[in-house]
């Protein structure tokens, strides 16, 4: 079993950044994508940034030259730099590990983390 822990999140003035950090423990096998979701109340959860093992990264438009994704393989962690904040960045934001399925032995999983509040005043 793997659990995802992030850490990070609170509040901060527009403009203003902060960092979240997000390690998994476990056994973790193969190649996957680790990324950051977020979900505002009453919405649905929408991709934010995901890094895949290679290093190939995926951002969403909306923060896109503000926020960076990074991971390191050999900690398995995955943290998310977020600069230049907007009050519409405010939402619970949720670490995920998915497995890269690229042959039928390959390992398939999908895990969550728990969540980290970001408020974001104006």
């Known amino acids: 079993q793997v659990h995802l822990a992030e850490s990070g999140g609170g509040l901060a003035q527009a403009g203003r950044s902060l960092r979240l950090s997000c390690t998994a423990s476990g056994t973790i096998r193969g190649v996957n994508t680790l990324g950051w979701y977020r979900q505002e109340p009453g919405k649905q959860r929408e991709l934010v940034a995901t890094v895949e093992t290679n290093g190939r990264t995926k951002y969403a438009d909306s923060v896109r030259g503000r926020f960076t994704i990074s991971r390191d393989n050999a900690r398995n962690t995955v943290d998310l730099q977020m600069n230049s904040l907007k009050p519409e960045d405010t939402a619970v934001y949720y670490c995920?590990?998915?497995?890269?399925?690229?042959?039928?032995?390959?390992?398939?999983?999908?895990?969550w983390g728990q969540g980290t509040q970001v408020t974001v005043s104006s």
């Open positions: 995920r590990l998915k497995a890269i399925v690229v042959a039928i032995e390959s390992p398939n999983y999908d895990y």
